[in-house]
């Protein structure tokens, strides 16, 4: 997967209450709920985007307040990513 370095003020940082060490992991895991909030990408493309199983990323949007949303179109979605991970 590429990677692209995206630069936040510290603040930032802060008000997300994430240590300096930890903001990579945390910061796409908060990305990938907002893609997925947005129905912009399925359920297992944001768990992958966040570094997560699925369980997790679920669990993840529970305590967030995120519904999950599951189509069959997200199953369909989830299928093909898992095709490509096992290649």
Do not use: C, Q
């Not at 990938?32 to 699925?54: Q, T």
């Not at 949007?61 to 599951?70: C, E, I, M, Q, T």
Request: aromatic share 8%; no cysteine; proline share 2%.
């Amino acid at each position: 997967m590429a990677t692209v370095r995206v630069e936040f003020p510290a603040e930032v940082l802060k008000l997300v209450k994430v240590e300096k060490r930890y903001a990579s992991k945390e910061l796409r895991k908060l990305v990938a709920l907002e893609l997925y909030r947005e129905n912009l990408v399925s359920l297992g493309k944001a768990a992958e985007i966040a570094g997560m199983s699925v369980s997790e990323f679920m669990e993840f949007s529970a305590k967030r307040s995120v519904p999950l949303h599951y189509t069959l179109e997200d199953l369909k979605e989830d299928l093909k990513w898992a095709k490509e991970i096992r290649k």
